[in-house]
Every structure is written in C-alpha cells, then in structure tokens.
C-alpha cells in the first residue's frame, strides 16, 4: 500500500482514538484512560493557552520582534497528551516545535522566544526542567536521547525519556541509528513521530511508501499509531510506553497522525505546494474542539469555565508579548561566554581584543 | 542584457546546463514544487518534470552517497544542502567517498557532482544557518571549491561547476541572494578557477570571496574618500586559489587583508597569508592580516553584526597594515 497524505482526512483502522472528532468517548481493545472532570478540564486549558501562546508568537513575528517562528498549530493534542503523560523524573528531548510540550515541562513560554529572537541559542536549564533543548538539526535528539535512556538504565532510575521528532526525520540516518541502539539495548526510550504530513513542501510520501509506525517491527520494537489530534488518545498510548519502558520493556515508537495546520514556519509558504482542501479537512478534526465538545457534552464545564480559559488565555498572550518586548539584547562580549568550560587563551585574547576595539568607538559618534 | 538577482542568475545557469546537458539533475530538500527555500530552483521541476528535479528524502548523507551512484551512472547531479549548517551529515559521503573514490580508480572513475551549499550570516536567522564551512572542504584534496560574489559570476560559474569533471562545493552567499546586476549571456566568463581584480588600487590589496567581497568594496571606496586607494580581489576559486593573481596584487600594493565571515583561527585566510607571504615577502611592507569571524560558534542573530567583519572592522585591519 503507498500511503497518500492527501487521503489523510479519513482515519486509518490502525489508528487508536479514545475521543472522536464530534467529542465522542470511544472504546480500544488495547487503549483506555481514566480521567477526572478535572483532569479533563485541566487538558483543555492547556490546549487553549499553548494555541494562544503560539498565536501570540506568529504576531510578534509578524511584527518584526522574532526573527523566525515554528508555530504548533494543529499539534497541540499530540503535545499536551504525550507532555502530560510525563513524570517530572523523565526526560524530553525536542526539536523546535515542541512548545506544547514545554510548556508541560515547566518553561515559562517567554524563555522559548529567545532563540527565535536571536537573544541566546535557548534560554532554559534543561536539567532544572528534564527538558532539553531545541535541536534544529533534523533527527540528531533521537540519538542523545537513547544515550540518556542507557544512562537512566544503568544507574537503575525510574524514569523513562521520550524524544519527539518529525516525519520528514525519519529518513535521517541519526533517526535510524538511534531505532538500532534502541533496540539492540532495550533502551528504556519512546520515540514520540509528530508525522504532521509535511516536512516544509514535501509530503509523507516523499519519506515513506509504509505508514511510519511500521517502521518500527522492522528494529524490533513496537510502533502504534495514535490520532495525534486526540489527546486522551496520545496520553493514553504514551503513558503506557514509557511504563513499558521504566519496567524494562525497551522503546516503543510512538507515530502521532496529526496535521501542521499552519506554515512550516513563518518564513514558509505553503500555498506554493499544497492545497486549501486538505487544511479544510484537517480543520474538521481540530483537537481542542473535540474536547470543548466532549466536556459541553457531559456537562462538566459550563460557559465559565470556557470563559475563564479563554480570559486566561489573553492575559497570557499579552504577557508574553510583554515580556518578549522587555528581553534584554545580549551584550557584544556575551559571545566568547561559554564557548568552553575551562579557561582558553584564544577566546580570552580574541575577547580582549574585541573588546579593545568596540572602546575605540566610545565617544567617536 | 538583462537585470537579475544572484539566486535567479544561479537559477538560469542551472536552467542552461539543463537545456544543453540531459545528464544534468537537480536533487536536495524542496528543491522541485517549492523552488528551495530561497527560490534558486523556482520552476525548473515544472519544466524539466520529477525525474530531473529530485525532492529527495530528508537526509543529507542520502543525497551525496545516491549523487555518487548516479555519477558513476554517467548523470552529473547538482545537489542542494538546504543551509551550511546541515552540510555535516554528509560530510562523510563528501570527504571519504566524492573526494577520493576518482584518485583510487587510478582516474578511471569521474565524479562530476556538485555540492551547492548556501553560506554565511546576515539575515537574522536562527543557529546552524549562517555559518561558512568552507575551510573543511578546501582542507580536503580532492574537491574544487568555489564561492561566486555577485549574479554575472554566479550565472557561468555554475555551469562551469556541472561542465567540471572534478566533484564541486560550489558555496553562495545567501545575504546577497538578492543583489542585482546586469548580465550579458555572451561575455567570455573568467576562467572556473581564476581570481579577480574587481577594484583597482595600488595601496593596500583586500582578498575576498563571497559575501565578504561586496563588504570590501564598500570598504574600499570609504578608503578612497580618506585618499587610500584599495584594490579588491575577488578569489572566487578557494581551491585552487589562484596564487597568480594574489601576488600579482600583493606584489604592486605591498600590503594585504584576507576577509571571511569564518572563524580567523583555522581558516582559510591562514593558509592564504602564509602562501602571500612566502610569494611576496620581499615585496611585503606588514604581515598579511586576517580579519573574520571570532573562535565562537556563531552567535544569535542579535550579535551577528558583531561576529560579521563589517566594513570599519575591514578598515581597522587596513589601518593596522599602514602602522608597520
Ligand atoms: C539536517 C537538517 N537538514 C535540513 C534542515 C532544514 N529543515 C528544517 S525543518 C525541515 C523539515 C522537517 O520536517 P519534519 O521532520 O517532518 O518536522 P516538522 O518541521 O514537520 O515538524 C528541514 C528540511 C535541518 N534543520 N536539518
Ligand atoms: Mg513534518
């Protein structure tokens, strides 16, 4: 079977959904969640303010105040469920579209901005939040993350770590690479695909003739499909991987199917290679709406509650966009800082000289 | 004669050697629907169609290890690296396998594949795409290594990069993707691997390639309003460098500047001044200074502007050339 994107809108059999797109509830042999109302809630609010930060940043983009954006939208269910499935002792390795993710881990979306800013190369501790950080070369996370994991192994840890990547980076030889380590030492790893359908203008078909969790059988380990756009679903499917993992069960590859509504990022224009119909199609099976749904649904939030999300939301957004404003620029010399650990005498003269000749420019203007 | 910015004047040179040559392919990340990112292959896959202009899978190595294979099958593909930085997956098909696969046939093996990198800072991008690699590969025998400056260049050196019978690294400076200039079709180009004089002077020569060759003769003309008069060569060949013309001007001028957005330390420049110097030592009035980037990776693109020698940090070196 060659496997066509354009088909995308209707569902694979294989794909595990635990909440429709019209909010309905439904069964999996293999798949179940037990949430409360509040859990519930909670997932909801977390779609709404990651979708508004991620508007917040387009704009400020737009507006000339970051350089470039990678935006989530679409991605957002397939971000909060396996970012929430996490415990704070496992480790996340990103690339650079995981603010959904981020924001589960505890970094304030402010510190995210800077590296589209152009202030610094990523502005959080990694260690303070188990979350790394975001790697712009396509597919070479996969293989520290197994490197982790076969850390986390040996010092006997309850923890397990996830590594998020693309569809387009399945065809990386690093990709590969780290499915083989993976396998061959049951690293305790989940290899969480956001096959999004498009890497920039090339569609899935470009990448592979075989649906991407498959891929998996063929290392020997399990790979599942999961409906990225369903966030009981990728919560469910995550948590349990990453419990195969912690006991000792080795990698699980993870293919959330879901859709980058927006363009590749904002230097990108998508009309050049793809079409409106199949974004009108994807717009039918949006995650937070499903979820707006199913809570209206059951009766477990009444309009307050969306209410008070939504007002959360914009104050968010505006203190973001505050906050962004007031990031200092770097200082000139910040950039011989941390080239190197130890001591270095050519940073240290080429700094010196540098900062020699910027002082020849004090008063000249 | 026609007006035409670099990324479109590398566009009808490929579109030429298209035309003239059906062995010659286009293959790299949304090169074909898209164009590339910053539109060099607009419209060839349309006209060419999809077995000519290759979207290839996303993997760097992917795309010289198949290129190699497709040479050796008699095509001459001109590969797309998206951005400098992601040049490294394949560093090892490049340096282990393109470079030295036609010297251990004992020449019977021809890998006329070119490698086309877009390099250097400038446009405010986000790490791993603005960096000049070039060094790694001049350091590598075996590969022809070239850099065009401005679109009349770009235009024929592109197609004498997919005529070479040696496997090319043909870098483009990305910042002036969008520069213009006049191009007459039927001006005898430069030879591939022959520098050039691009502003006479007789004080002081500034040796340049790519990106940084614009920024010398701004450089060069500030100079000249403070009665100093720079002469700008524009390498355009970085392996083989064309020595010839090097100390040609060194040798008139008397004194030098290398300039290159890459890191000072290691780069080209050194090999460059130690080559001036040993050619035209008694000729010399000061060492040959360089003047690039710093022994950083390179910086967020808020403190680029500090990283990039611009034209006063061009000016300073030259300033320190008159004070020996
Ligand atoms: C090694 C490497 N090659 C090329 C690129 C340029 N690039 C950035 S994103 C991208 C597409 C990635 O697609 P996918 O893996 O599907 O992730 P998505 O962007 O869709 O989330 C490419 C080619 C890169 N960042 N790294
Ligand atoms: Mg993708």
Not at chain 1, 123 to 150: C, K, R
Not at chain 1, 287 to 302: C, S
């Amino acid at each position: 079977m060659t496997f066509d994107a354009s088909q995308g809108a209707e569902a694979p059999p294989e794909l595990v959904q635990l909440l429709t797109p019209e909010g309905e509830r439904v069964e999996h042999p293999h798949y179940d969640i037990d949430l409360t109302p509040e859990e519930v809630r909670d997932l909801y609010r977390d779609l709404v303010l990651v979708r508004r930060v991620d508007k917040e940043a387009v704009a400020l983009q737009r507006q000339g105040e970051l350089g470039i954006w990678a935006s989530l939208l679409g991605q957002e269910a397939a971000q909060i469920g396996s970012g929430r499935a996490l415990t704070d002792a496992d480790m996340a390795f990103p690339t650079y579209r995981e603010h959904g993710v981020a924001w589960c881990r505890g970094v304030d979306p402010v510190n995210l901005l800077g590296l589209f800013r152009g202030v610094n190369h990523g502005g959080w501790d990694p260690a303070e939040h188990n979350f790394h950080l975001y790697t712009i070369v396509i597919g070479s996370q996969t293989l520290h993350a197994v490197g982790y994991a076969m850390g986390v192994q040996r010092d006997g840890a309850d923890a397990a770590t996830i590594v998020y990547f693309g569809d387009g980076a399945t065809s990386q030889g690093d990709v590969n690479e780290a499915f083989i380590w993976a396998s061959v030492f049951n690293a305790p790893v989940v290899f969480f695909c956001q096959n999004n359908q498009w890497a920039i203008s090339e569609p899935l078909e470009k990448q592979s003739r075989i649906p991407l969790y498959r891929r998996a059988s063929g290392f020997g380990f399990p790979g599942v499909r999961v409906d990225g756009n369903d966030v009981f679903a990728c919560l469910a499917v995550t948590r349990q991987a990453l419990k195969n993992a912690r006991e000792g069960q080795g990698p699980t590859l993870i293919e959330a199917y879901t859709y980058r509504m927006g363009a590749h990022t904002t230097s990108d224009d998508p009309t050049r290679y793809r079409v409106a119909s199949e974004l009108e199609a994807w717009k039918l099976k949006d995650p937070i709406e499903r979820v707006k749904a199913y809570l209206f649904r059951n009766q477990l939030a009444d309009q307050d509650f969306f209410d008070a999300v939504d007002a959360e939301a914009a104050d968010l957004g505006r203190d973001v966009r505050k906050r962004c404003l007031e990031m200092p620029d770097p200082e000139p010399l910040d950039m011989f800082d941390h080239v190197y650990v130890e001591p270095h005498v050519l940073v240290a003269e080429e700094r010196d000289e540098y900062a020699a000749y910027l002082a020849g420019f004090e008063g000249a203007e | 004669m026609t007006t035409l910015t670099l990324a479109k004047a590398i566009n009808e040179g490929l579109r030429a050697a298209m035309e003239q040559d059906p062995k010659v392919l286009i293959m790299g990340e949304d090169v074909g629907k898209l164009g590339g990112v910053f539109r060099v292959t607009d419209g060839l896959q349309k006209d060419f169609g999809e077995s000519r202009v290759i979207d290839t899978p996303l993997a760097e190595s992917g795309i010289i290890g198949t290129a190699i294979g497709l040479a050796l099958r008699g095509y001459r593909p001109v590969c797309e690296i998206q951005f400098d930085g992601f040049v490294f997956p394949a560093a090892d098909q490049i340096i282990t396998q393109l470079a030295k696969m036609p010297l251990r046939s004992l020449g019977k093996l021809r890998l006329p594949v070119v490698v086309r990198i877009p390099c250097g800072g400038g446009i405010g991008a986000v790490e791993h795409h603005s960096e000049s690699p070039e060094a790694y590969f001049t350091h590598t025998a075996g590969l022809r290594v070239v850099a065009c400056s401005n679109p009349v260049d770009a235009f024929h050196m592109i197609q004498q990069a997919i005529r070479c019978e040696d496997p090319v690294v043909f870098f483009e400076p990305k910042r002036r993707y969008w520069e213009k200039a006049d191009l007459d079709r039927d001006a005898t180009p430069v030879p591939f691997d022959r520098g050039r004089v691009v502003r006479e002077g007789r004080d002081v020569t500034l040796l340049a390639y790519g990106p940084m060759v614009k920024t010398c003769l701004e450089a060069a003309a500030a100079a000249a309003d403070d009665g100093r008069s720079v002469e700008v060569v524009d390498l355009r060949s970085l392996s083989p460098l064309d020595m010839e013309a090097i100390v040609r001007s060194v040798r008139k001028t008397g004194r030098c500047v290398v300039a290159h957005e890459a890191p000072v330390f290691s780069g080209l420049g050194a090999e460059i001044a130690a080559r001036t110097t040993e050619a035209c030592f008694y000729h010399l009035e000061a060492p040959v200074l360089r003047v690039g980037g710093f022994s950083t990776p390179y910086p967020p693109s808020r403190l680029e502007e500090h990283y990039l020698p611009d034209l006063d940090r061009v000016l300073d070196a030259v300033d320190r050339t008159f004070a020996f």
